[in-house]
């Protein structure tokens, strides 16, 4: 008591309150808590921060996969499009800068090399592009060309009209006829020229004529002697594709020009002939396609536009230049159209990332929670404990930002190796970089995280020790998505968006006049909204099914049973996030496992369909002069073709049918080799709409050879039933037409090849029935090929047995074509990417829940183990609860996926044509990779159920309650 007194009077003695002393003392205190806590927080609590760590990292690899992958296609794309001559057969990865004294006006000595210096030297730094050395090419006005010797054997007349010029590299791409390449003179010495060896040729020239050069009359006439001193032509003779992109012009535009030394044309010509010596002045270089990619295509721009504003002031005259603007431009808008698309296709995964992010967090803060409430008891301020949290935070995120661009930069490459769902391919060659911009974007999105995490952290930072006691004692308030019924309006958005593209039919309208589907991107998410608040309603209701079933099962399950059933629906914020995040996880991966399945599937079908079997080639027969007819190898010729294991004639005629009251009906008529047909030809049951096979409608076709098989439409029209006979006007070439009688024995809706429009109908006959009269000018042939074999192979074996093969079509690389196209390979890439990210965090958060429930619990259970129940009954009470939510959450998760499935695919038929829509799209519901997901959860459970009884069979009565007794 002495102490404290004298303290007291010595702190008031030098005008210092005491309670302003020990409140300092308090805040200092906590200070210090506040400063070592995060780090001792991560040490005691490793096994959270790895969960944490693990979400952020996920978030942030799918951030950064979408503009790592969508950069790297388009510079793909942009490099390859480079390959493509653009004007006058250049390179598009070239420059081209010029200016034309009769367009932009003259030019002096000082302004040429003031605008040559800084474009030599200048250009590739400007662009930031590694370019080769800039080639300057500058040619005068045309001069009168006249014999130096009037009496030599060239006259007195004029020769010709021709320019004096220099350029730098012409020496490189030619190759000398005759002669040497000209000496450097000065002023007054008669000047060597190079001269093309079309001049020579067109004007007789020979090597070491003599000539007079005439300059302009304003001028005083100048005459320049010159001797043809050497005579070139192109490397090669003509130039070659590969040699043409060294060329600024054309090697015809270098014809009239005698060629001298820069030094001489600056030092000798210039001064004589003034400004029309710099009538023409070019600059011509290259950079390598590779080096220019999507994040560097901005500066690349920006470049093409400074390199002619800033020469043309230094030259005082424009400069006009040909670069790949155009291109880069174009493929920016690509860039950022697919990165937007790509980035709409992610947000179901990004929103369960979110869910799993505040789910950690939230039982992060729940189990600080008695923490914070000491702390802000002993003085610490909500902003020190919100500080201490943010470091330890920002600690825990050291790690994702460390792996997750390499993260992302690994799921960007496999992404592009996708080739259906999960299903990947060889390595591929994406120029796939890491730039500046998405260093900055990881650390916009940990920032995000980090923020998002903190808020149940700042919900909790409110409540005092008092508010924390109140709070363990009373029932826990209802979420604020549930008071504001927040999925009961998210389900009626969805349904109003469901009807409106019901009444559309498809998510672009057959007819419309842009097919582009993702004009209205937020269409495209109508599938994760009503799974997102489908989802929130399961969430809701779990808790309502587990006490109706305890009601319902009161008198007859057991009293363990029936606890666990009162626990899950006692106390609902508990196994909330948990059944959120399973139900969405599995609705959206069901779902989107069978819309990749199915849109495979269906672009499958539609090229098949188009192609009518696996592989065609087209056959035309000779003329025969002799017999005034159109002849053919015998058909069984196809099948004795190594690699051939069945054939199929297919042919296409036009034709005319009576229908009503005698008015024509256009149609299509397919003959074909039925019996090879069944082994070469594509078919889908739903194609006949009444579910007749193959087999059968050939077997019609085989029962007679005037059967028919006729389109449903046809026969309404027609007022005609099976059997009926029907006479078919064939049109086999222009101006040939012949009629067929034939019976009708079959119906088939649609068949393969054949788009039926409005007011045509289709009709399936023999092939022999109908060449009867006259063999076909040209037909298609349907293959069957062995496995292994080559289509290249097969069709040279054709041609060496003497079939005339026009056209191929292997539907097999064609569907690898559309398969491989970067929008469709982004989207289901990120789809399956999607899924395994997705499955990966409910599997954590599966494993985190069960072990914040049962040390959440453990007071509960050491007081129930106290009362009498046994170890197996505790181990039934948390297997039962921990199953219950699990099996309920993936049911209720699977059945709203397939749902959504079925309701919504449909509609994801994409094009504006008859052809893009036909076969009709079936769902094709992915059950084996739906299956593999359940496999995975139910692993995951059986692993956490194990890990739950090791932590039962641990735990000790006495120090359950007695730590129940220090959080109370």
Not at 11 to 24: E, H, N
Not at 471 to 494: E, H
Not at 895 to 909: C, D, I, S
Request: with cysteine; aromatic share 8%.
């Amino acid at each position: 008591m002495s102490t404290n007194t004298n303290r007291r009077s010595r702190l008031s003695s030098k005008g210092i309150s005491p309670d302003r002393f020990a409140s300092l003392r308090r805040r200092l205190a906590a200070t210090r808590i506040v400063a070592s806590l995060p780090f001792e927080r991560i040490g005691h609590h490793l096994t959270l921060v790895a969960f944490i760590a693990a979400g952020h990292l996920l978030a942030l690899m799918l951030f950064l996969v979408v503009p790592l992958y969508a950069d790297g296609v388009n510079s793909h794309l942009l490099q390859e499009s480079l390959l493509t001559p653009g004007t006058e057969q250049r390179q598009r990865n070239s420059l081209l800068l010029k200016h034309f004294t009769s367009l932009y006006g003259p030019v002096t000595t000082g302004g040429f090399t003031a605008a040559d210096t800084y474009i030599t030297h200048d250009a590739g730094s400007v662009a930031g592009l590694p370019i080769t050395p800039v080639q300057s090419f500058v040619y005068s006005d045309k001069l009168r060309l006249t014999p130096a010797n009037p009496a030599g054997d060239l006259g007195n007349e004029l020769i010709a009209y021709a320019a004096l010029g220099f350029d730098d590299s012409l020496a490189n791409r030619i190759e000398l006829v005759e002669g040497r390449l000209p000496a450097t003179h000065g002023v007054g010495e008669p000047l060597d020229v190079l001269v093309s060896q079309s001049f020579v040729n067109k004007y007789g020239l020979r090597l070491g004529d003599r000539l007079v050069v005439h300059g302009s009359a304003d001028l005083g006439d100048p005459q320049l002697p010159v001797t043809v001193n050497g005579i070139w032509r192109p490397k090669g003779g003509a130039v070659s594709a590969a040699d043409q992109p060294h060329w600024p012009l054309q090697p015809f535009a270098y014809d009239d020009v005698f060629i001298l030394p820069r030094a001489t044309f600056i030092s000798a010509v210039a001064p004589q002939l003034g400004a029309s010596a710099w009538y023409s002045l070019l600059w011509y270089t290259q950079f390598p396609r590779q080096a220019v990619t999507i994040s560097n295509a901005a500066q690349a721009r920006g470049a093409f536009a400074e390199l002619p504003s800033r020469a043309a002031r230094l030259l005082g005259g424009r400069v006009d230049i040909e670069s790949p603007d155009q291109y880069l431009a174009d493929f920016q808008q690509r860039a950022t159209t697919l990165r937007t698309l790509l980035y709409i296709f992610s947000i179901p995964t990004l929103l369960i990332v979110v869910l799993y992010i505040v789910s950690t967090g939230s039982l992060f803060a729940e189990r600080q929670r008695a923490e914070i409430a000491v702390l802000k008891g002993r003085g610490a301020s909500r902003s020190q404990i919100l500080a201490a949290y943010l470091v330890e935070g920002a600690v825990v995120d050291l790690l994702p930002l460390v792996l997750g661009p390499f993260a992302a930069f690994g799921a960007a490459l496999l992404i592009g190796r996708t080739q259906a769902f999960l299903r990947f391919g060889t390595a591929n060659t994406l120029p796939i970089t890491m730039t500046i911009a998405t260093g900055q974007l990881a650390l916009g999105v940990l920032l995000a995280t980090l923020v998002l995490g903190l808020l149940p952290v700042v919900v909790a930072a409110q409540q005092t020790l008092v508010s924390y006691q109140q709070q363990i004692v009373r029932s826990v308030q209802q979420p604020l998505w549930q008071r504001l019924y927040l999925d009961v309006l998210i389900l009626l958005a969805a349904a109003y968006g469901y009807y409106v593209l019901r009444r559309q039919g498809s998510l672009v309208a057959l007819g419309a006049a842009n097919a582009d589907p993702f004009s209205n991107p937020l269409s495209l998410l109508l599938p994760a909204t009503a799974l997102l608040g489908s989802s929130l309603v399961a969430a809701r209701c779990f808790s309502t099914v587990a006490g109706l079933l305890a009601w319902l099962g009161r008198h007859f399950i057991g009293a363990t049973t029936l606890l666990a059933l009162r626990h899950l629906h006692r106390s609902p914020e508990q196994s909330r996030s948990i059944v959120l995040l399973t139900v969405l996880t599995l609705a959206l991966g069901s779902f989107s496992a069978s819309m990749a399945t199915t849109l495979d599937r269906n672009d499958t079908d539609r090229i098949l369909f188009a192609t009518g079997g696996a592989f065609r080639v087209t056959d035309h027969a000779q003329q025969s002069l002799a017999e005034e007819r159109w002849t053919s190898l015998p058909p069984w010729e196809y099948g004795k073709i190594a690699d051939v294991r069945a054939w199929s004639r297919m042919l296409h005629n036009d034709v005319m049918a009576t229908v009503g009251t005698g008015v024509g009906a256009p149609g299509t008529l397919i003959a074909l080799d039925r019996a090879g047909f069944t082994q070469t030809g594509w078919w889908r049951p739903d194609l006949a709409g009444n579910g007749d096979s193959l087999g059968h409608l050939m077997n019609v076709l085989a029962a007679e050879p005037q059967a028919v098989i006729v389109n449903r439409a046809f026969l309404q029209a027609a007022r005609l039933n099976l059997g009926d006979p029907l006479t078919l006007a064939i049109t086999s070439s222009p101006g040939e037409t012949g009629e067929r009688q034939f019976i009708i024995r079959a119906i088939a809706d649609n068949f393969p090849t054949v788009y039926q429009k409005p007011g045509t109908y289709t009709f399936i006959a023999n092939f022999d029935y109908v060449t009867l009269l006259n063999d076909p000018a040209h037909f298609d042939v349907l293959l069957q090929l062995a496995p292994g074999a080559t289509p290249d192979a097969v069709v040279a074996a054709f041609t060496q047995a003497g079939f005339n093969v026009d056209n191929v079509q292997d539907a097999h690389a064609l569907v690898a074509a559309a398969q491989a196209r970067p929008e469709r390979t982004g989207f289901v890439g990120l789809l399956s990417l999607g899924f395994v990210a997705s499955a990966g965090l409910t599997m954590l958060a599966l494993l985190l829940y069960s072990l914040f429930s049962f040390r959440r619990r453990m007071v509960e259970i050491g007081v129930l183990r106290a009362a009498g129940l046994s170890l197996l009954q505790l181990g039934w009470l948390l297997a039962f609860e921990l199953c219950f939510l699990i099996l309920t959450s993936a049911v209720a998760g699977t059945a709203l996926g397939v749902a959504a499935a079925r309701l919504f695919v449909p509609f994801y038929q994409l094009g504006n044509t008859i052809e893009a829509r036909t076969p009709a799209f079936i769902v094709v519901i992915a059950w084996a990779e739906i299956g593999r997901l359940l496999l995975i959860l139910g692993a995951m459970l059986l692993a956490t159920l194990i890990a739950t009884l090791f932590l039962l069979r641990r735990l000790r009565i006495h120090e359950a309650i007695k730590l129940g007794q220090e959080l109370v």
